[in-house]
C-alpha cells in the first residue's frame, strides 16, 4: 500500500513538470509567432495602400486570408485588433469589412473558448497576469453573466482579449458565447471600420470626427469597465 501511494506521487509530481514544461514551451511558442508573424502583419496592415493593391490583386483569396487574421489576432491575444479593423475598413469597405472582422472574431472566439475549456486558468495565465483575471469576478454572477459580457463586449474600449479567454472559465454556453460576441461586438469594430474607410475615400474630415467618436466612446468604456470591476472589489 505504501508503496503505491509512493508511485502514486511521483507519477503525480511528473505529471505537474510535463505540464508546467508544455506551458512554457507554449508560452515561447506563442511570443515568437506573435512576434515573426503578429508584428510583420500589423505593420503590412498600417501600410493602406499596399495592403488595398494586395487585396484588389488577390480577390476572394484575400478575404479567407484576412479571416485568417483576424482569428490569429484574437487567439493569440498579443497582437492589437484596431489596426486590422481599420485596415478592414480602408481595403474592403465599412459594410463588407465589418463582416469579415465580425467572421474573424466569431471564429476566433469559438477557438479560445474550447482551448480554455480544456486547459482552464494555466491557458488563460500564459497571456493574462492573475490579478487580471481576478478583476473579472463581477461576470462571475451567473444570474448576469450573459447581460453583463453583452454590456462590456458593446462598449468600445473594453480589454476584449482578456474578456475572451475569460468567458471560457465561466459556464456560459459555448453557443450563446458567439451569439453575444457576434452581436455585441458590432458597435466597436463600425467605428474603425468607417474610420478606415473614410480614409480610404480620403474624407479626412469625416475620418477625424469618426477617430473622435471612437476615442469618445473607448473612454466611456473604459470608465464603465472599471465601475463594473469596482463594484465588485470595493477593497481594490
Same mark, same amino acid.
Given at each position: 500500500?505504501? #508503496?503505491?501511494?509512493?508511485?502514486a506521487q511521483l ?5 505537474k513538470?510535463?505540464y508546467?514544461?508544455?506551458?512554457v ?5 506563442i511570443a515568437?509567432?506573435?512576434? &515573426?508573424v ?8 498600417r ?5 488595398r493593391?494586395?487585396v484588389?490583386?488577390?480577390?476572394? $483569396? ?6 485568417? *487574421?483576424v482569428v490569429?489576432?484574437?487567439v493569440?491575444?498579443l ?6 479593423? *481599420?485596415?478592414a475598413?480602408?481595403?474592403f469597405?465599412? $459594410?463588407?469589412g465589418?463582416?469579415?472582422c465580425?467572421?474573424?472574431?466569431v ?6 473558448? +474550447?482551448?480554455?475549456?480544456r486547459f482552464g486558468?494555466?491557458?488563460v ?5 492573475r490579478?487580471?483575471i481576478?478583476?473579472l469576478?463581477?461576470l462571475?454572477?451567473? #444570474?448576469? &453573466?450573459?447581460? +453583463?459580457?453583452f454590456?462590456?463586449? /458593446?462598449?468600445p474600449?473594453?480589454p476584449?482579449?482578456l474578456l ?6 465561466t459556464d456560459?454556453? +459555448?453557443g450563446?458565447?458567439? +451569439?453575444?460576441?457576434a452581436?455585441?461586438r458590432?458597435p466597436?469594430i463600425?467605428t474603425s471600420?468607417?474610420?478606415?474607410d ?12 469618426a /477617430?473622435?467618436?471612437?476615442?469618445? &466612446?473607448s ?6 469597465? #472599471? #465601475? &463594473? ?5 470595493p477593497?481594490?
Amino acid at each position: 500500500m505504501k #508503496r503505491k501511494r509512493e508511485r502514486a506521487q511521483l507519477t503525480e509530481a511528473h505529471k505537474k513538470k510535463i505540464y508546467l514544461f508544455a506551458i512554457v514551451v507554449a508560452l515561447l511558442f506563442i511570443a515568437a509567432v506573435g512576434y &515573426l508573424v503578429g508584428k510583420p502583419m500589423v505593420e503590412f496592415v498600417r501600410e493602406p495602400e499596399r495592403f488595398r493593391a494586395w487585396v484588389d490583386s488577390s480577390g476572394f $483569396v484575400s478575404r479567407v486570408i484576412f479571416v485568417g *487574421m483576424v482569428v490569429f489576432q484574437l487567439v493569440i491575444a498579443l497582437i492589437p485588433g484596431e489596426p486590422l479593423e *481599420m485596415g478592414a475598413g480602408y481595403a474592403f469597405g465599412a $459594410v463588407e469589412g465589418t463582416i469579415l472582422c465580425i467572421a474573424g472574431c466569431v471564429v476566433g472566439s469559438a477557438l479560445v473558448f +474550447l482551448f480554455v475549456r480544456r486547459f482552464g486558468v494555466k491557458l488563460v495565465e500564459v497571456f493574462f497576469p492573475r490579478e487580471k483575471i481576478r478583476s473579472l469576478r463581477f461576470l462571475q454572477d451567473s #444570474r448576469r &453573466l450573459n447581460l +453583463l459580457t453583452f454590456i462590456v463586449f /458593446f462598449i468600445p474600449g473594453t480589454p476584449k482579449d482578456l474578456l475572451s479567454y475569460f468567458i471560457g472559465l465561466t459556464d456560459m454556453k +459555448l453557443g450563446t458565447w458567439l +451569439l453575444i460576441t457576434a452581436v455585441a461586438r458590432i458597435p466597436s469594430i463600425v467605428t474603425s471600420t468607417v474610420t478606415g474607410d473614410a480614409l480610404g475615400l480620403k474624407n479626412y474630415q469625416f475620418a477625424i470626427i469618426a /477617430f473622435g467618436a471612437t476615442l469618445l &466612446l473607448s473612454l466611456v468604456g473604459i470608465l464603465v469597465y #472599471r #465601475r &463594473l470591476s469596482a463594484r465588485r472589489h470595493p477593497n481594490g
